[in-house]
């Protein structure tokens, strides 16, 4: 299908990016350490019905700096600054974390306008980790990181069907049963910024960043 150029511009200049209603964000009453205003935030985003707010693109960068990044689901975020995510450790973001553990990682909550931007090295979280993550999915996810080749190439879908069925009937009979590749990474947040948009364009951007145990805080011109 071919577009008009002119008539693509026009299409997205006229799509809506801010609903109405954004909530209020005073940097000032921000708390002193990213993770609980991070919870707060995701928290307003599941009881305003965002879609997979736990959904995140995760940015990492290969042995020659070219960039990649996809959508992966957060799993958890500790006191410590960590967000975690897995993945196969034989992936493209697997083999790039392997050689350089840079990784960065961005939420976009539309019903509120938010941004949340996170900065840090990810390194797997060990085996017994990864394990038990692995082991917390349900058998069809449990089926699928099990068939393994993710970012290889797929010559035909009936391929794809045949090693399901049979990773999905192994995992049935071996509940216990762990895919090796499978890694749970956590990403050591260095820093942590908060956007929220603003109906006037008078958007906040507050920025978290380490500094030994404790956090500091900066405004950032938006
Ligand atoms: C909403 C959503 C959630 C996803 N969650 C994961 C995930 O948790 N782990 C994963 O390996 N891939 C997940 N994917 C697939 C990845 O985006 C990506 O296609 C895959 O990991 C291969 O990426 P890579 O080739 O860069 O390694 C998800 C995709 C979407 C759209």
């Known amino acids: 299908m071919t577009t008009e150029p002119t008539g693509l511009r026009d299409l997205l200049r006229a799509q809506k990016v801010f609903p109405e209603g954004m909530p209020e964000f005073d940097p000032d009453a921000a708390p002193d350490d990213p993770v609980t205003l991070f919870l707060r935030w995701l928290e307003a985003a599941i009881q ?41 450790a034989a992936s493209g973001k697997g083999r790039d974390l392997a050689v350089n553990p840079g990784a960065a990682l961005s939420f976009w909550w539309p019903q509120q ?32 990181g099990l068939v393994g080749h993710q970012s290889e190439p797929l010559d035909d879908l009936t391929e794809l069907d045949r090693a399901f069925r049979v990773s999905y009937e192994r995992v049935s009979a071996d509940p216990g049963l762990v895919a090796p590749a499978w890694t749970l990474y956590a990403l050591t947040a260095g820093e942590v910024e908060f956007w929220q948009g603003s109906p006037e364009r008078r958007h906040i951007r507050l920025r978290y960043q380490r500094a030994g145990s404790a956090w500091t805080r900066q405004l950032l011109w938006p």
Request: proline share 8%; glycine share 8%.
């Open 48 to 88: 305003d019905g965002v879609l997979a707010p736990h959904a995140m693109t995760v940015a990492t960068a290969d042995e020659r700096g070219r960039p990649s990044s996809r959508v992966l689901i957060c799993k958890d975020v500790d006191g410590e600054g960590r967000w975690y995510f897995a993945s196969s």
């Open 113 to 144: 306008a938010r941004q949340i931007r996170v900065r840090g090295p990810a390194v797997p979280a060990g085996a017994k980790a990864s394990a038990a993550d692995f082991l917390a999915r349900p058998p069809a996810s449990r089926a699928e």
